[in-house]
């Protein structure tokens, strides 16, 4: 008997945008990433009737544990972290299809293995199955990975078939502009790049998405969307924690290679791009690549130096003191990794040549926010602007993508009285008050996305490798400086007097969100 007859929960399981019957392996299956994200998010979309017929998962790890441990984990990580609380007659359909398989990553008998247990299942549902790989392990086991994927035949099952075998990877993809060129050779010497997903979980957050719709879906906007009407740009990505147990990896790593390298240029890119011909993931991401080729190179040097990095102190967070970054466990006693990083971007293209960008992120900084601010010009020759009475702001449109997804304007209003005084007010959107609090994770987006092929929201190896070439000569001039040149900024604050002299030289002050 098929499992949908047996598995009543799954006769409202069936094809969404051309979803095939998939069974989705996860590479580091008792990683926290799994638990928190990847598990919650498989739940969820059968809990909205979103996964294919005939739908299975397989976790992959070095551990060996049967499929009923695995399962009563995957249960744990639904009811701990699961958006929507997790409902017995769903999981009853769910966990008989959670199973797992154990080996090293770099065994290629184990993965054999995998195909095996995976051919067992086609042979049992009576149809061929698409296999998505999502890669959530460190970055040190990726190539090994998609190597013993391409020698089992796993890559290349049903290739040029609309269910041909499809691949996840999670970042960083390389640590420089060299690895992720190495990276990029690996998988595509194995899976063409239409198989290939890399994720930016920030690319599926619900206002991320609306910039898209915000910018070409509303005329009020794109006519404004130029050089002539915006003053500059600003995207922050700020974080209030510190690095707390993580040192060991952030000291490879930092707010440059962690943040701005892919979330915050990915944010750059989907703001200033030019209007794609479609909706289609090529004519998407042939604008953003276009967009990221059209940056500068940035000044590293002397008093015109268009980046700034810095590392927090201790400080005062919430009330309560923090300690510094040069204090927390296992950072090192002549430590130059920065917690902070801000740039100041120029784009050569007619739409915004003259207009600066300014990007920043950071940890242990006033509270947790990811916001893109466009600042516009101000009217000229105003009529308002020739007494105290009147309090004008430039105008602003805001983009909060967390943790308050919405978007702000600031306008300037008059005062009510018989007197003529202006002020500057705040509208605002925001997605809970108008849609409900329960909004889907960006996970389960970009799982559902990946399981029907669409790569919109995804990350192409042109674009990876153009993020790095930015990116890289920065690495590389702060790794010869050393400690040359590293501010200093509390705890708890916006940042270093070095990030506010970038946005000084052009008469720019920071935002505070």
């Known amino acids: 008997m098929p499992d949908h007859e047996r ?3 799954l006769h409202g399981l069936s094809k969404h945008r051309g979803a095939p019957p998939t069974v989705v392996v996860i590479f580091g299956a008792s990683g926290d990433l799994t638990a928190r994200k990847l598990i919650p998010a498989i739940y969820n979309l059968a809990l909205d009737g979103l996964l294919p017929a005939d739908f299975h998962l397989i976790g992959y790890g070095r551990k060996a544990i049967p499929d009923e441990e695995f399962q009563r984990d995957a249960a744990a990580a639904i ?64 190539a090994p990975i998609i190597r013993n994927l391409g020698a089992s035949g796993l890559a290349s099952r049903y290739v040029g078939q609309p269910h041909q075998s499809k691949v996840i990877i999670e970042k960083p993809f390389g640590k420089d502009l060299a690895s992720a060129r190495e990276l990029n050779r690996v998988i595509t010497s194995v899976f063409a790049e239409s198989q290939v997903f890399r994720i930016d979980h920030y690319l599926g957050k619900e206002t991320v ?13 794109e006519p404004l969307w130029n050089r002539n009407f915006v003053d500059h740009v600003q995207i922050t990505v700020a974080e209030e924690v510190g690095v707390g147990t993580r040192a060991g990896y952030y000291e ?14 990915q944010l750059l890119a989907l703001t200033a791009m030019e209007p794609p011909v479609s909706l289609d993931a090529e004519s998407i991401r042939d604008e953003k690549v276009k967009l990221l ?36 466990p296992d950072v090192a006693a002549d430590s130059s990794t920065e917690t902070f990083a801000a740039l100041r971007l120029q784009i050569n293209n007619w739409r915004w040549h003259g207009v600066p960008f300014y990007l920043r992120s950071g940890k242990r900084m006033a509270r947790r926010v990811t916001e893109i601010a466009v600042r516009f010009k101000r009217a000229p020759g105003n009529l308002f602007a020739d007494s105290d009475r009147f309090q004008l702001a430039a105008n602003t449109l805001a983009f909060q993508i967390q943790p ?100 000084a030289a052009h008469g720019h002050v920071w935002r505070e969100p």
């Open 293 to 328: 080729q059209a940056i500068q190179p940035l000044r590293l040097d002397g008093a015109a130096s268009d980046v700034a990095r810095a590392q927090y102190t201790a400080g005062l967070l919430g009330g309560k003191p923090v300690p510094g970054y040069m204090q927390e």
């Open 209 to 221: 998405q609306d910039l898209l719709v915000q910018r070409f879906a509303n005329a009020i906007f």
């Open 404 to 503: 308050d997804e919405g978007m702000s304007m600031i306008l300037n209003a008059k005062i009510p009285g018989l007197e003529t005084r202006t002020q500057p007010v705040k509208m605002n959107f925001r997605y809970a008050t108008t849609f409900g609090s329960n909004t889907p994770e960006a996970y389960e987006r970009l799982v559902l996305d990946a399981m029907i092929g669409d790569g919109t929201l995804f990350i192409r190896g042109d674009e990876t490798e153009r993020s790095w070439q930015l990116v890289t000569p920065i690495l590389e001039h702060w790794k010869q400086e050393k400690r040359a040149g590293l501010d200093a900024y509390s705890a708890g604050s916006w940042g270093p007097k070095s990030a506010a002299d970038l946005l």
């Open 79 to 142: 009811r701990e972290f699961s958006r929507r609380e997790l409902k017995d007659e769903i999981w009853a359909g769910l966990a008989p299809r959670t199973l797992y398989v154990s080996g090293g990553y770099d065994e290629l008998a184990a993965f054999e293995r995998l195909a095996a247990r995976i051919a067992g299942l086609e042979k049992r549902v009576g149809q061929e199955l698409q296999t998505l790989f999502y890669v959530s392990t460190p970055p040190s086991v990726f």
């Open 7 to 9: 598995h009543p929960f």
């Open 252 to 265: 490879q790593s930092g707010a440059l290679r962690d943040m701005i390298q892919n979330h915050t240029m």
